[in-house]
């Protein structure tokens, strides 16, 4: 049992704790939470006590499948005026943030202990492990073979998502079915429900009159723009690996050149052949980050076949939870592709740093 919380001075400078979690909460994916904290941090998801209210709120559910009652007591404030007193504590790890734009001391060990402002401290125990601050501009971050088809199909899953193309994750799962026969025998069913959780979610648009077959389109002007950001980046990646494998091109989709349609800037691509490897290097910023880092995350929950999951990123609204709910059971049985989520987990801890600064470990 890892045992861990964590401490977030808001713009205030007032320090808020969560509620102690009780399992999992080292650093490193998949199985440990602590990359989690950071990409929130990183993300700006994490900044004051309503954030850190939700935040907690969600990971009960997430990662300890424990629903919260709107009584309990999730984060607490410390009423010391100067400092934050961490001695001696029953934590296996402290994620402590300074969203508060100002430095701040805290009583460590019996030490005065300083973080700067915008900075992240992770210990373990009353040893710090890691420092972390919000890099600014772009970051390079490499990828190597099958790491680089991980990415591309993360974020094509990711943007299908947002047009409405559902059939997607009937797909995938699918092909982890015993047999035919049991992908066949609730298939009507399961598309059908599928349809009216998307006029549910896409009500705004049109694309409740028709089935599933239909979308609403990548490039349609009510296609949210992180899905277009999400196919910019995508295709950019694609492209450039093609080429890289088959200089002399080709006639698939992979060697169509890029059509930018988002709002965020075209990523940095290139790629190289290495003994028999292919690595790919991008340049990215933080917003690019976030944008691939949400697709791996969403990536993960279609191979641990966690449909629920997939559709709480997309919506609140409790009648398409419900009836997600009901397509959710038509698949249980099937076990998680552990060893393909490990290797997706390895690609999204290197995004989830990619315009991170760390140091001190």
């Known amino acids: 049992m890892t045992r861990g919380r964590i401490y977030l001075f808001d713009s205030k400078g007032i320090c808020y ?27 700006r998801k994490l900044r004051n006590k309503s954030d ?26 410390y009423g010391w005026e100067e400092k934050i007193s961490i001695n001696e504590i029953a934590d296996d790890y402290s994620y402590i943030l ?58 094509d899953f990711y943007n299908r998502m947002y047009i ?11 092909m982890r079915l015993i047999s035919s ?51 910019d980046i995508q295709q950019i990646m694609r492209y450039i690996e093609a080429y890289c494998r088959s200089p002399e091109g080709g006639t698939t989709i992979n060697f169509y050149e890029p059509l930018i349609k988002g709002s965020l800037s075209e990523i940095g691509c290139e790629c190289r052949q290495e003994n028999e490897h292919v690595i790919e290097t991008i340049i990215i910023n933080s917003e690019h980050a976030e944008i691939m880092d949400d697709a791996l995350y969403i990536y993960t929950l279609l191979h641990s076949h966690n449909v629920k ?30 060893d393909y989520i490990n290797k997706i987990n390895k690609v999204r801890k290197k995004i989830i740093f990619a315009g991170a600064i760390t140091y001190g470990k």
């Not at 999951?309 to 552990?338: C, R, S």
């Open 52 to 77: 850190l209210m939700k935040y907690t709120k969600n990971a009960y559910v997430k990662w300890f499948n424990h629903e919260i009652d709107d009584e309990d007591e999730l984060v607490s404030s």
């Open 17 to 43: 704790r969560s509620d102690q979690y009780l399992s999992d909460m080292y650093l490193e994916l998949p199985n440990g939470h602590g990359n989690d904290i950071i990409a929130a941090f990183l993300r």
């Open 181 to 231: 026969e049991n992908y066949r025998e609730r298939e009507y069913t399961r598309r059908k429900l599928y349809e009216a959780v998307r006029s549910i979610i896409m009500k705004d648009t049109s694309i409740g009159e028709y089935n599933l077959d239909a979308s609403l389109g990548i490039w349609n002007e009510q296609t949210d723009n992180r899905a277009k950001s999400s196919y």
């Open 164 to 174: 409405g193309q559902y059939d997607e994750i009937d797909w995938s799962i699918r």
């Open 309 to 338: 999951g997939i559709f709480e990123y997309f919506t609140d609204d409790p009648i398409a939870l419900e009836i997600v709910e009901i397509i959710d059971k038509m698949y249980k049985g099937l076990e998680q592709e552990n």
């Open 98 to 155: 300074n969203c508060s734009g100002k430095s701040s001391t805290l009583w460590v060990d019996g030490n005065d202990f300083m973080i700067d402002k915008d900075e992240m401290i992770v210990m373990n125990f009353e040893k710090v492990v890691m420092k972390i601050r919000r890099g600014r501009g772009k970051k390079s971050v490499s990828l190597i073979d099958d790491e680089i088809s991980i990415c591309v199909s993360a974020l």
